[in-house]
């Protein structure tokens, strides 16, 4: 778990470096996965064709006898389209680590499609879908949703 939130701390560290060479848009996203997981998004969009956007991702399924709550921490890759002057679309992979309190942990890589619509030039509401494989013992196949708000600097 230390290392998980070590690398929290680079990851936001070097979102706060990006911005100073100038990058096209950084910016700071939350998000709402079906109706347990919080989801914390870190844009940094190189250019107006490519994303960079670092993930972090809070859970906790009750089952009466006992919950499981996951901290999650991930990247997407993604390629940009800009389909209007309010909307765009996005699709690529996300590579993410989770670990739980019961002592499960593994890896999950995704093919995952996206689009935001832009509310103004620094506000965007989106949707995300992904499908993914996992590895180590959260392996299988899953799928996922998210509802995405995101601010840009």
């Known amino acids: 778990m230390k290392n998980i939130l070590m690398s929290g701390l680079i990851v936001l560290s070097l979102n706060v470096g990006a911005q ?6 950084i910016g700071l996203g ?13 844009p940094l969009d190189i250019d107006d064709t490519f994303r960079i956007e670092p993930e972090f991702a809070l859970s906790s399924v009750d089952f009466g006898n ?20 309010k909307t765009s679309v996005y699709y690529g992979g996300k590579f993410v680590f989770g670990d739980t309190n019961t002592g499960s ?17 620094k506000v965007s509401l989106g949707a995300e879908v992904s499908f993914g ?7 299988g196949y899953s799928t ?3 509802v995405n708000i995101r601010y840009y600097f």
Request: hydrophobic share 35%; charged share 10%.
């Open 66 to 85: 006992g919950s499981n709550d996951s901290f999650s921490i991930g990247s997407g890759f993604y390629l940009l389209n800009k389909t209007s002057e």
């Open 133 to 139: 494989i996992g590895f180590g013992s959260i392996s």
């Open 105 to 121: 942990s593994g890896s999950v890589l995704s093919a995952v499609g996206g689009f935001e619509y832009y509310l103004d030039t």
């Open 30 to 42: 939350v998000g709402v996965a079906g109706s347990n997981s919080a989801l914390i998004k870190l």
């Open 144 to 146: 996922n949703s998210s």
């Open 20 to 25: 100073a060479e100038g990058l096209t848009k």
